[in-house]
């Protein structure tokens, strides 16, 4: 029987901007498309309007890093004559190079050149491609630069939109005019900031590391059921540098795998400054705690650098492939032990019957399974058999290992019969595994059947890229045994060819054609209900009756869990 480990599968998409007019200084802000138009227009106009522009600017900024949230702090007027009309012309000007929409796309769309190959690639990259945050108008992100209070509060607004948990704060040194304002007031609103006991916000101070932890704790609401102290000893070499207003916070984003230490994965560094690579580290993994961004692959280098990294849990084409886990085959007592793959919140249908697959338990797999047929081959009675079994190993590593106990013959005698099977499996890229095994090698009682061995191999061929409309996938699979799969007219010695063929013709229901070496047997393989990894396989056994004395209604039911 098949059956297939639950998992846990974070959602992969992460929250998109609410507003692109709060991007916070140092964040390149695509400008208007009518001032993109009229600076290229005339370039002695443009020039002439960009320096009135510069002499309204804070003294902090000039033209080489002008964006969007400074421009923000310029009066209304300026902006307007920055895009009124002129007279056109082919010529660029400086305006050009702020403006121009391919300037704007090296900054968004492409990976930005100071990022390829940086140790946080993989955080920052998918922030950016949303929007969340942003390179400079050059097409550099510069990754070690400092973070502000108030551009960590344009970030967490851009990050986490939504209701806020409290009323905003009120601060003596932000006024309703500056241009950062609204950001603040939505951070702190969300409770992601708060102010010094003073009554001010600081919005130009340079954020410490732990201070961008402490912010995202809170504004999660992220709270450590342990001992916070023992956390953070048992994570960090400098654990007694975090200051004890902060401890039981940084405990709590350690243990939801929200911290990134790059280069040293053990040294927290909290005093010191955030850098724009690091603060993009730690809200991508925030993002992830709150399910709204893919974990990172074991296989990602920057994964290394996750505190308490944990791999994730099987993706959407992984999960089909786990559909025909944990197989326990027929018993040469001829009680079937039907195909059945739990999964996630919809659990996906089997692709056997009675006949063996390449796929299989792997650590922490565990299942259950029970099977009913109306009438016994040759005899007038029903009967049924019950199995369980765990995995261990990695088949996708190196290799897995079935162990697979199932107990025949539940009337007379009942639970006196049975016999274990083992069952070494090997999965690849590209959806295709196989598997060496023996049924029955061990027995006790009387299970009517010794030992069969076979080899078997398995591919599902992905016919759609969503598995919710019909006719998704196909798994099919082929293999070579003796014992129960040799054919009626087949000597001792002999191996006869086996396989199965299923088809998901909708996203809960597969139907079965499955050759056992011996008869032929028909069935569906569906799962009745969301959010509960029951999956049921009727079938028709003997199809043609030329194995036995004509076809048996054979049915069979498993659940399966991943620890």
Not at 172 to 198: E, H
Not at 256 to 271: H, K
């Amino acid at each position: 029987m098949v059956f297939g480990p639950v998992t846990g599968l974070r959602a992969g998409s992460i929250a998109s901007a609410a507003e692109n007019n709060a991007a916070a200084p140092g964040q390149a802000e695509p400008l208007s498309s009518s001032a993109n138009a009229n600076s290229t227009a005339n370039p002695t106009a443009a020039v002439s309007r960009l320096s009135s522009l510069a002499t309204q600017l804070p003294t902090s900024q000039s033209l080489s890093n002008l964006t969007a949230a400074s421009l923000t702090s310029i009066p209304l007027p300026a902006l307007s004559a920055l895009n009124q009309n002129v007279a056109t012309s082919p010529a660029s000007s400086p305006a050009n190079s702020l403006g121009r929409s391919d300037d704007t796309t090296l900054a968004q769309g492409v990976t930005l050149p100071d990022v390829r190959g940086h140790w946080a690639q993989a955080f920052i990259q998918p922030l950016v491609e949303r929007q969340i945050i942003k390179g400079f108008l050059d097409g550099t992100f510069r990754p070690n630069e400092p973070v502000t209070r108030v551009q960590f509060a344009a970030l967490v607004r851009q990050a986490f939109p939504g209701a806020g948990v409290r009323a905003p704060i009120q601060f003596s040194d932000i006024s309703s005019d500056y241009w950062g304002y609204q950001a603040i007031q939505q951070a702190t609103a969300l409770g992601f900031l708060s102010g010094y006991p003073d009554g001010t916000f600081r919005p130009n101070q340079p954020i410490s590391r732990v201070e961008v932890l402490l912010a995202l704790g809170s504004g999660l609401n992220l709270n450590s059921p342990n001992n916070a102290n023992a956390v953070l000893i048992q994570r960090y070499a400098d654990a007694g540098a975090v200051p004890d207003y902060a401890r039981s916070r940084v405990a709590a984003v350690t243990e939801e795998q929200i911290v990134v230490n790059y280069p040293d994965v053990g040294l927290l560094r909290p005093g010191q400054l955030a850098t724009r690579a690091e603060v993009a580290a730690f809200i991508y993994q925030a993002l992830v705690a709150a399910e709204r961004a893919p974990v990172l692959t074991a296989t990602n280098s920057a994964a290394n650098y996750i505190v308490g990294y944990e791999p994730p849990g099987p993706s959407l084409a992984e999960l089909e492939v786990i559909r025909n886990r944990l197989l326990l085959a027929s018993t040469p007592a001829e009680v079937s032990i039907l195909g059945v793959a739990p999964t996630g919140a919809l659990g996906i249908p089997g692709s056997t019957i009675g006949s063996p697959t390449a796929f299989g338990a792997d650590w922490g797999d565990v299942f259950f399974g029970a099977t009913f047929q109306e009438r016994a081959r040759f005899t007038s009675r029903s009967d049924g058999a019950i199995s369980l079994g765990f995995g261990l190993g990695d088949a996708r590593d190196l290799v897995g290992l079935e162990v697979a106990l199932a107990i025949v013959d539940l009337r007379g005698d009942a639970f006196e019969d049975g016999g274990f099977s083992f069952k070494l499996h090997r999965q690849f890229a590209g959806d295709w595994a196989i598997a060496l095994g023996v049924e029955n090698l061990i027995t006790f009682g009387n299970p009517d059947g010794g030992e069969s061995g076979y080899g078997v191999v398995s591919k599902i061929f992905r016919l759609r890229e969503d598995p919710s409309r019909p006719f998704s996938s196909i798994t099919a699979s082929v293999g070579l045994g003796g014992g129960r799969f040799r054919s009626e007219g087949s000597g001792e010695n002999d191996v006869d060819v086996f396989g199965s063929v299923g088809v998901r013709v909708a996203e809960p229901v597969s139907v079965i054609a499955d050759w056992t070496g011996q008869d032929l047997n028909l069935g569906l393989s569906v799962v009745p209900f969301r959010n509960f990894p029951l999956v049921i396989t009727p079938a028709l056994a003997d199809v043609t009756g030329e194995a036995g004395d004509g076809t048996r209604f054979i049915v069979g039911v498993g659940v399966g869990t991943t620890f």
